[in-house]
């Protein structure tokens, strides 16, 4: 079975520019997680979708948004970058939502450069 | 909140050195428990992980026992490897009436050498 695909693995941006980025989940999985590593800040959580519905969200501004389709692919946007938006990006999927309390399948995440 | 305190990094062994990593948590239901492995370039994996308290999660020679009395989950290995250099992450996840969400400590680098 393939694992969790993200794309695209590399982005650089420049301050104010607008950003998409992708996650296809393990097949028969319904959500999508997603989260943003930093050296300073480590993991933190930006949001749940299931059923296309986000589930949870976690303590970030609104220029972070995301969206599920029906196939439960998920893509999250970050809108007017900033320098500190620079951090690798991770998609987790799982069976189940709240399944940040379950086994989650983690990305290889998608490296964000904002110059 | 909930939160996860890991021991702070890097670390350093020998190859067949004894490898512990301590953890310990706060949460405000009852969580499980998960250690997470990243190698370079890669997104994490699940090394082991334990649901209930005295479980424990066993993986690849890595250990962990779920202490709720002390609230800890510290990963122990016998013998580490060379291969075994990676970032190690502790997370609890509480499924509560909302949603769950996992909650990840900060990482222990752990660097082997032969």
């Known amino acids: 079975k393939a694992g969790v695909t993200q794309t695209p693995r590399y982005l650089i941006k420049t301050r104010g520019q607008q950003v998409t980025l992708s996650c296809s989940p393990i097949?028969?999985?319904?959500?999508v997680s997603w989260y943003q590593q930093t050296p300073g800040q480590g993991l933190q959580f930006l949001f749940e979708y299931f059923s296309e519905t986000q589930r949870n969200k976690g303590n970030f501004p609104g220029r972070f948004s995301g969206r599920q389709f029906s196939n439960s692919r998920s893509e999250m946007n970050v809108s007017t970058l900033e320098l500190g938006d620079s951090a690798l990006y991770l998609c987790?999927?799982?069976?189940?939502w709240g399944q940040g309390a379950d086994t989650q399948y983690f990305g290889p995440g998608t490296r964000l450069t904002v110059l | 909140g909930d939160s996860v305190t890991q021991m702070e990094g890097p670390v350093t062994l020998s190859e067949e050195a004894f490898l512990t990593i301590n953890c310990t948590y706060t949460a405000t239901g009852y969580p499980s428990l998960f250690w997470y492995v990243q190698y370079p370039g890669e997104g994490l994996q699940l090394l082991l992980k334990?649901?209930?308290?005295?479980d424990k999660g066993s993986n690849k020679g890595f250990e962990a026992t779920y202490r709720k009395e002390t609230t800890s989950f510290h990963l122990e290995k016998g013998s580490v490897q060379v291969s075994d250099s990676a970032v190690y992450f502790c997370?609890?996840?509480?499924?509560?009436?909302?949603?769950?969400?996992?909650?990840f400590g900060d990482g222990t680098t752990l660097t082997v050498k032969p």
């Open positions: 987790a999927s799982g069976l189940v």
């Open positions: 097949s028969g999985h319904r959500s």
């Open positions: 334990a649901t209930k308290a005295d």
């Open positions: 997370a609890l996840g509480v499924r509560n009436t909302n949603a769950g969400k996992s909650t």
